[in-house]
C-alpha cells in the first residue's frame, strides 16, 4: 500500500480543513487507517483512526467533536474533515495504513506498517 496525504495549507483559526489521503493497492479497503500530526519539537501523535469498514472510529481528546475521519473504498481515499481549528493544530499531518489486511485499528503509531510523506497543516491566531 502506498499513500499519499494532501489538502494541507494555511487557515485562520475558526476555519476548517479537509485532508485526503489517496491509497493504491488493491487491498486498500481491507485496511484500517489512521491520521497522525507532528508539531515542531514534538513527537508524532495520534488524531484519528478508522477500521477497514469504516464502521468505527476514535479520536485523540483534542480533536474529539472537531475532526471527522471517513473513507470512500471506491475511491481508495481516506478524509480527515477539520473544523473549529485552532493554532495548536498546526502540524505535519500524516496518514497511515495497518499492514494486516483485516486488523483493527490502533492509536500507536508502531502498529501502522504504512505510512503517506505528510502534508503541512497551519492555523494563524
Known amino acids: 500500500v502506498q499513500l499519499q496525504a494532501f489538502g494541507g495549507g494555511l487557515v485562520q483559526a475558526g476555519g476548517s480543513l479537509r485532508l485526503s489521503c489517496a491509497a493504491s493497492g488493491r487491498t486498500f479497503s481491507r485496511h484500517a487507517m489512521g491520521w497522525f500530526r507532528q508539531a515542531p519539537g514534538k513527537e508524532r501523535e495520534f488524531v484519528a483512526a478508522l477500521s477497514w469498514s469504516g464502521g468505527s472510529t476514535a479520536y485523540a481528546n483534542s480533536v474529539k467533536g472537531r475532526f471527522t475521519i471517513s473513507r470512500d473504498n471506491a475511491k481508495n481515499t481516506v478524509y480527515l474533515q477539520m473544523n473549529s481549528l485552532k493554532p495548536e493544530d498546526t502540524a505535519v499531518y500524516y496518514c497511515?495504513?495497518?499492514?494486516?489486511?483485516?486488523?483493527?485499528?490502533?492509536?500507536?503509531?508502531?502498529?501502522?506498517?504504512?505510512w503517506g510523506q505528510g502534508t503541512l497543516v497551519t492555523v494563524s491566531s
Open positions: 497511515a495504513a495497518r499492514g494486516n489486511s483485516g486488523s483493527g485499528y490502533s492509536l500507536v503509531a508502531a502498529s501502522y506498517n504504512y
